[in-house]
């Protein structure tokens, strides 16, 4: 039997628009001509695979299902939750549909993740697959680059041929975190496979009120076009709780997928940052690259919303003390040491560190060193010019 994926599709990306109500999802930001979105369900064309279950909400299902007709996915079953009850009761319900069997193994994946080596990813998925029981659990893991606080960690052992998960660690601080790496800790991707009786299983066991409530909003559902719309006054009696912590902090039958490949979540203007500046040869136009008198920009994508940039800033390159009244900015250092103002502080910043430069600050950029600077610039704002800005010192003799 193949196996059935199901893509987790509700979540909503407030971490990147703190300000902003009628924000974009962040798997449907559209990043030049892809989204987080798109690439997953690129990655389930497979003959690994089932036909695709989507669990999403309402205000999602046209945006799904416009995905779903330009990726030329013509077979799949969608799962509209009638209200936010996070990942636990969204997996539960999912698979609960009468569509799966309850042998069938299930690969739950997000719909916000980039996973750049997907033929690694699948082989990884058919050597585990034989291991799977009518009570365990499989967790993807992925080998730290850096030692984050922004994931969860975990740590295992080997036990008859695969990797037992022995604990978890919720998003450590940052020395916690290089600790956990120094014992060969990995990343928790929040990719999970297991079979439908497993879920079954440990949900009785765990969350028997989860379990039949999901259950009863499955079997009261109205289903049309493809489409359950699980039974509202069953599923909100759910409390909202992560699949993490419904079954996995309770359960000893855990097992880990490693993978040492490119991964990120994209949950962050860092991680968008990191990406574009990675990626930056994808972007570059002549067209796009503007020289200053202290060094050069280049736009590399706008987007609904954010603009990207890459700054270059020679050496002794000093950029105007300014600000702007309708955007935000997030720097990403590549390279170089900047001395950066923000209203009355000064800072050096060092690659690969981050600053949040909000809506109205005073700020500027200078390079007293000998070699160049490389920032990737996140501009946020419904108005993003080059002229929303106002200068209070320029060496250059720009001052408004």
Not at 85 to 108: H, V, Y
Not at 319 to 331: G, N, T
């Amino acid at each position: 039997m193949k196996i059935r994926p199901v893509i987790l599709c509700g979540g909503s990306g407030n971490r990147l628009w703190p300000n902003k109500k009628n924000h974009q999802a962040k798997q449907f930001i559209n990043f030049g001509n892809w989204t987080l979105f798109g690439k997953t369900l690129e990655r389930i064309k497979s003959s690994l695979f089932d036909s695709p279950v989507i669990s999403t909400n309402i205000k999602y299902l046209k945006e799904v299902k416009k995905h779903l007709q330009k990726h030329k996915i013509k077979k799949y079953k969608i799962v509209l939750e009638p209200a936010k009850r996070n990942t636990g009761p969204a997996i539960l319900s999912a698979a609960l549909i009468k569509d799966i069997p309850n042998d069938q193994s299930l690969l739950f994946l997000s719909a916000d993740h980039l996973i750049e080596q997907k033929k690694i990813f699948l082989n990884e998925i058919k050597k585990n697959k034989k291991y799977l029981t009518n009570n365990n659990i499989f967790i993807f893991g992925i080998k730290p680059t850096v030692s984050s606080s922004e994931y969860g960690y975990f740590l295992t052992k080997k036990k008859n041929k695969v990797n037992q998960v022995t604990k978890f660690i919720e998003k450590p601080n940052q020395l916690i975190a290089k600790k956990i790496i120094r014992q060969k800790g990995y990343w928790n991707s929040g990719i999970f496979f297991l079979k439908k009786i497993s879920i079954i299983n440990n949900f009785k066991k765990y969350q028997l009120s989860a379990y039949k409530n999901c259950l009863k909003a499955v079997k009261k559902s109205k289903y049309k076009k493809n489409t359950y719309h699980l039974n509202k006054q069953a599923f909100i009696k759910n409390v909202a709780k992560s699949f993490d912590y419904s079954v996995l902090e309770k359960t000893k039958d855990i097992n880990a997928i490693k993978l040492n490949i490119s991964w990120s979540d994209l949950g962050s203007w860092k991680e968008i940052c990191k990406m574009y500046g990675k990626n930056k040869h994808e972007y570059i136009k002549k067209k796009n690259i503007f020289q200053r008198p202290w060094g050069s920009y280049t736009n590399l994508y706008k987007g609904k919303n954010f603009l990207i940039k890459e700054l270059y800033v020679k050496p002794k390159g000093i950029l105007s003390l300014q600000k702007h009244f309708h955007r935000a900015e997030h720097w990403f250092i590549v390279q170089g040491f900047p001395k950066i103002t923000l209203n009355k502080k000064v800072l050096i910043k060092k690659p690969n560190e981050t600053i949040f430069i909000p809506q109205g600050s005073i700020h500027r950029i200078e390079n007293p060193k000998s070699r160049p600077v490389k920032i990737i610039e996140a501009q946020l704002g419904s108005i993003l010019k080059e002229s929303d800005i106002v200068r209070y010192q320029d060496i250059y003799g720009r001052v408004n």
